[in-house]
Each structure stands twice: as C-alpha cells, then as structure tokens.
C-alpha cells in the first residue's frame, strides 16, 4: 500500500541558500572552537592530575582488558562488564520503547480505564526515584515472580525509562498534522493503516531525536544496578578498585567506556536520519 501524505504549507517553504565559501568558513570557525575549547578541558585535567600527586599506573591497566594466556585470548573484567552492559541496555531499550507505545495509545484512546491507568503508571513512576524503584523491584517484585537481579535491574530501567518514552511517542503522534488524519479517514484508511501508513511514519523523525537522548539515558542510567551486583560495567570497576586502589585509572576508563557508548549510538541514530530524510526526498 503506497504511502498517502498530504503536503502542507511548511513542507513547501525551503531554507535560504548560503554561499560555498560562508559555509566553510562557518565550519572552519566552529572545528576551531572545538579544538579550542577541547584543548583547555584536556590542559586542565593535565594540570589537575599533576597537582593532585597521585601516583598513577596506567601500565597495570591493560591486564584489565584482556589477557593472552597459552596463546588464547582472555577477557578481562572491564570488557565483561561493557558486555553485560550493552546486553543490560538493549533489552531495556526495547522494552521500554514498548512499554512507551503501549501507553502513549492508552493516553490518545477513548478508554476512560486505560487513560487512568496510564495516568497512573506515569506519575507513579516519574515522581519517584529510580533508586526506590531498583530496590522495590529487586526486594518485592522479583521474589514473587522468581526474577534473577538481573532481570529485576532490566524490568526496573524499561519501566523507568518506558515512562519517558510514552510521553515523547505522544508528543510525537499528537506533531502530526490533523489534516493527515483527515486525509487518511477521507481515502477510507481503517485507525490501524491510518496510523501505520501515514501517521507513525510523519511521527517518525520527530520521535527519533528525543527517543536517542533517552536510550542515552539508559546506557548511563544502568549504572545504578550495581547496587544490586549485576555485573555490568560499574560493578566491575568498583571490583577492580577495591582490588587495586587505583580509583582515579578506573574510574576514567569507566567513564571513557561510557562515553564512546553514548557516542556512537548517538552517531548512528544520526546516520538512521539522514537515511529517513533521503528515504522522503
């Protein structure tokens, strides 16, 4: 069924045009304010590092990768736990996306009994902290359902997370232009092909952005789970620094791991857009 958009008024206005020669000096002037600004942020961790008199040995740290023993290779705690983590936050990022679009069409539908429970879910869990709810799930919820801590730490975060979700898929849906709708109800589209051919398609794009920044969350938001020792990336850094003492090593590695993480899933989502907008074009 090919896709029917109506065009409005917005899509026909195009941005004025810059020449060649303004747009790269425009690019020139801000990689030189990055690298400006970049090479203060690392002068002034140089300058702090020195003055703390700290005695760093960043030579141990390589063990704590990966090991060759016997000529096989042997991963280390870090890399375990950057595993677990990812597997930690996929799952969690999956389900809270549909614990978000199972509640956002309860808050858009007719259901008085869905609307309140939705309602319900929402301010229940946005208004408390993430670290009660971890320990309600690990302490109440995961007895009763016979749910290791791991699972508990996932269904805790999608849940959490799945809150912030629903409200960004409502924003998103609610975007679309009401005279989509209508053209969608006039071609004689039932509110499933309606919402699938035209509105989630058009939601899209505007759903993507602030769905990455949340996803972004979680990866760091799953750090909370070593309180219940889920061996995830945190847990086995505060491991390796009870183990060590070298809490200023590990602590930079654990906060580097994290940021190329965050990183690179936000330079795919990028890449997903642009492919969205050419696929439109």
């Given amino acids: 069924m090919n896709v029917t958009t109506v065009p409005s008024p917005s899509s026909e206005r195009r941005a004025p045009r810059v020449p060649i020669t303004g747009r790269a000096l425009r690019r020139g002037g801000e990689v030189a ?3 400006i600004v970049l090479g203060l942020i690392a002068w002034l961790i140089y300058r702090g590092a020195a003055a703390m008199e700290y005695n760093w040995q960043w030579y141990r740290v390589p063990p704590f990768f990966y090991r060759v023993i016997d000529g096989e290779v042997i991963y280390g705690p870090l890399v375990r736990g950057l595993i677990e983590t990812i597997r930690l936050a996929a799952i969690s990022s999956v389900l809270a996306i549909a614990i978000g679009l199972v509640t956002a069409f309860l808050r858009l539908s007719d259901s008085i009994s869905g609307r309140i429970v939705a309602t319900w879910y929402l301010e229940a869990i946005r208004n408390t902290p993430l670290l009660v709810q971890l320990f309600l799930f690990y302490f109440v919820l995961a007895p009763i359902f016979g749910v290791d801590r791991f699972w508990a730490g996932v269904l805790c ?3 959490f997370e799945g809150s912030f979700a629903a409200e960004i898929i409502r ?3 609610q975007a679309v232009d009401r005279g989509q709708y209508e053209a969608a109800d006039a071609n004689g589209f039932t509110t499933a092909d309606k919402y699938r051919f035209i509105v989630i398609p058009q939601a899209l794009p505007l759903i993507l952005p602030p769905l990455t920044g949340l996803i972004i969350s979680l990866v760091k938001h799953s750090a909370i789970v070593s309180v219940i020792a889920v061996a995830e990336l945190t847990t086995e850094g505060l491991n390796l620094i009870s ?5 200023f090593e590990i602590w930079f590695i654990v906060a580097g791991i994290y940021l190329a993480l965050t990183v690179s899933l ?8 642009r492919k969205l907008d050419a696929g439109r074009r």
């Fill in 33 to 35: 304010q990055a690298v």
């Fill in 157 to 159: 975060l999608a849940f």
């Fill in 171 to 173: 924003g998103g849906i």
């Fill in 243 to 247: 183990d060590t003492f070298m809490a």
């Fill in 266 to 273: 936000s330079l795919a989502v990028t890449m997903l857009e």
